[in-house]
């Protein structure tokens, strides 16, 4: 649990850095056979992961990782933990997505 308790406050430390800003978290992995063993558990389970490439922010070997919802990051730790699914960690940013991009009107 207390990983559970970690992400909650890596949350929290993300709010104050980041006001009035979305909060995403992102779970971070050595190679990408990881990641989609993760995904595939994790929506297996319920859970609405997407994958993405790693922000710029995260220090990790590989270049995937998956987006998760703030409110199910607790969730996808203690699936990852309980099912022993390797990964390396989850941090949480302000939301790396610009809703704009690629949108010229």
């Known amino acids: 649990m207390a990983e559970i308790i970690d992400i909650q406050k890596r949350i929290a430390e993300a709010e104050v850095a ?3 800003e979305p909060i995403d978290c992102y779970m971070l992995f050595e190679d990408h056979t990881d ?3 993760m995904y595939d558990c994790a929506r297996s389970e319920g859970f609405r992961p997407r994958v993405s490439t790693t922000p710029r922010q995260a220090k990790a070997c590989c270049g995937v990782a998956l987006l998760v919802a703030r409110e199910e990051a607790p969730g ?3 699936l990852a933990y309980g099912k022993a699914m ?4 989850m ?8 809703p704009k991009r690629d949108r010229y009107c």
């Open 76 to 78: 996808m730790l203690e």
């Open 35 to 37: 990641a989609m063993a």
């Open 18 to 20: 980041f006001p009035g």
């Open 91 to 98: 941090i949480a940013l302000n939301r790396q997505i610009n």
């Open 86 to 89: 390797a990964f390396e960690n």
